[in-house]
Each structure stands twice: as structure tokens, then as C-alpha cells.
């Protein structure tokens, strides 16, 4: 991360969601939730499981595996 403007991530399998205030992503350590303000995702390389983000980010956290599987449903169900 450089001065919480942008963030570069490694280990992503899959962006399940995404908006300008929140990222969802499945990574090789769990469910990665980034939040923020004005968030885009500049860069995804599937290949090399890389993500960058640029935006004011507020919150990164890892959810555990029941937590996640919540989350995917619920994005899901919102952006059907």
C-alpha cells in the first residue's frame, strides 16, 4: 500500500464483488474485504493473481471461511 491511495494485492483466485466503496475478494489466505472511498480497481492480472486498487482505502480485513461464504451470498443476491 502506498499513502492508503493505492494497493496493490497478490494471491487473489477471484474478485467476487466490487464498487466504489468496497472490494470482495477471494485470495489464497481467505476472503479479503477492502473499504474505502472512491475505489477502482486499476489493474486485475488473472494469470498472476494480482489486483491493484486505487482510492482512499479506510479498512482492509480477512473473514474467516463462514463469514465469507455469508458475504458471497449477500453480493451476490445484491448485484443479480
Avoid: C, H, P
Amino acid at each position: 500500500m502506498n499513502n492508503r491511495r493505492n494497493l496493490e494485492i497478490t494471491g487473489v483466485k477471484e474478485v467476487d464483488s466490487f464498487d466504489a466503496e468496497e472490494f470482495l475478494l477471494q485470495t489464497s489466505m481467505g476472503y479479503l474485504v477492502i473499504r474505502g472511498q472512491n475505489l477502482q480497481m486499476k489493474n486485475l492480472d488473472v494469470d498472476q493473481g494480482i489486483v491493484s486498487i486505487k482510492g482512499k482505502v479506510y479498512e482492509l480485513s480477512y473473514l474467516d471461511e463462514q463469514q465469507g461464504e455469508k458475504a458471497k451470498g449477500f453480493f451476490s443476491k445484491m448485484f443479480k
